[in-house]
């Protein structure tokens, strides 16, 4: 975009820039797009590329998704799930997902490497320009102010160095968050971290109506008793012939960084049923592992001309280790807040517009998410998980309630009983 309506400065390559083209990236570059900005995406890979990930999309996601757009029917290669099947304790539970006006009554299953090309090419249908193969290495600040001006990266298959400037950037580069690093951003100590590590399977369990989610991993490939293992489980069907098999452990277990996790993932699976297919031999592909960033582990969210998005920002949620609805949630929000402060002249009023997206995030994820941070170092001890496993699964009413308030699901305004405990604690929980 070269108008005379232009927010560009003289020596800006576009009024905004989003480093990653993930969830975050892409869907903030949409919004922006959409709203007439000129926006340079700049992502480190190229597409199609993978992602270690569940695969997984409850209906928060897909609210999302819909409110960006996107075609969610099966016809249009989404796979559609009902609900959660819970495994622990001796029980196996089957929730669907409850029926609310804000949200969708079903979840999602697409693969990654499908998912984020899916969002990305939207986005570059809305205008923005995508720069894949560039790397993005470090922000460039001004000397005199210290505000943001553009980032340095590496280019292409040479990795020729390169600065892009724009007046504001949009750090969207996931847990790596190597731009906000380069600003002395660091992540909050006091805030968990978890470990995710996946694998694909060829199994007959592919097409299945619910996620299934295992509170106890029991080890019993040995010759001894079952030994009980750390962490959580899950086994998503893909519903093309393989199974997404993973497990999580959170920062809050005594496991977290003592652990093999891919040796764990082994364990598991080898103990469990023959025919559902989970052996080295039916694997499809090398085991994968991620960090998950969650409730809000870096902050401030905005300073100095840059606003950090999804897991740039720590927007995993600590119940549940879902991190794309609230990718795409916080990339909503960003965008709308860049919109309204590129609308105003450079100085105090555009920083006023922009200092209201910590708010916003805040004002829409933060006492979820404190809530979540407590609810982690609870489960983080293998005997309450235990504990909350044989007691919690047989009382399907609990276990619905359970339901809503782990995968965030509940209406705000109205609803049920259950919908106005967890709205009143979440507006009544600090968010600091």
Known sequence: MTSATTRRGPSDDAEVIVVGAG???????????????????????????????????TPRGVKQLIDLGIDTREQAGWLHNRGLRV?????????????LAEFPPYGLVRPRDDFDELLVRAAERAGARLLEQTSVTAAETDERTGRITGVHAK?????????????????????????????????????????AVRRYYESPRSKDDYLESHLELWDRSGPGEPQLLPGYG????????TVNAGLGILSTSSAYGKTDYRKL??????????EWGFREENATGKVGGAALPMGFNRTPHYRDGLLLVGDAGGMVNPFNGEGIAYAMESARLAAECAVHALARPAGPSREQALGRYPDAVSQALGGYFRMGNTFSKLIGNPTVMRMAAKHGLPRTTLMRFVLKLLANLYDSKGGDAMDRVISATTRLTPSA
């Open 23 to 57: 969830p975050a990236g892409s869907t903030a570059a949409t919004y922006l797009a959409r709203a007439g900005l000129d926006v340079l995406l700049l992502e480190k890979s190229t597409f199609p590329r993978d992602k270690v990930c569940g695969d997984g999309i």
């Open 265 to 274: 993932l082994r364990s598991w699976l080898d103990g469990t049923p023959e």
């Open 87 to 99: 495994v622990g304790g001796g029980v196996r539970i089957e929730l669907d997902w409850p029926e």
């Open 155 to 195: 280019s292409g298959p040479d990795r020729e160095p390169v600065t892009y400037r724009a007046p504001l950037v949009l750090g969207c580069d996931g847990v790596s968050a190597r731009l906000a690093l380069s600003v002395g951003l660091q992540k909050r100590e006091d805030r968990p971290m978890g470990v």
């Open 234 to 241: 899950w086994l998503f069907g893909m519903g093309d012939g």
